[in-house]
């Protein structure tokens, strides 16, 4: 899977801008600029250095149980309005990861 990189796990100083060019390779250079900004230095980076290792990969991962009940709880019982903002373009939780949910990209509401 993509979203597995043993670089990753060994440099929590991690280039914002290199991550995002991973799926959207033809940002500027203006724009690179902007996703590196908020992250000045390796201090600022814990949460995405963390990330990565929170989301399950494998099937049998940590985790994975409870993300297969949410899943069948918001594709089964969630009847109210919700919003997520996902890229359709990421790599790991774009579009098709959430097509068994009700409204969710792809997938026709329920009524």
């Not at 979203?3 to 796990?9: A, I, S």
């Not at 990330?51 to 990969?57: A, K, T």
Request: some cysteine; aromatic content about 10%; proline content about 10%.
């Amino acid at each position: 899977m993509r979203w597995e990189c043993p670089v990753h796990n060994a440099n929590p100083n991690l280039d914002i801008a290199a991550l995002v060019r991973r799926s959207e390779p033809y940002i500027s250079e203006a724009e690179a600029a902007a996703y590196n900004a908020p992250f000045p230095d390796a201090s600022y980076k814990a949460g995405v250095w963390r990330f990565p290792n929170l989301v399950p990969s494998k099937p049998d991962a940590p985790g994975a149980e409870t993300s297969r009940r949410a899943l069948a709880w918001w594709s089964k019982e969630w009847n109210g309005q919700s919003f997520m903002a996902v890229g359709a373009k990421d790599p790991i939780l774009g579009r098709g990861r959430w097509s068994g949910c009700a409204g969710a990209s792809g997938a026709a509401p329920r009524r």
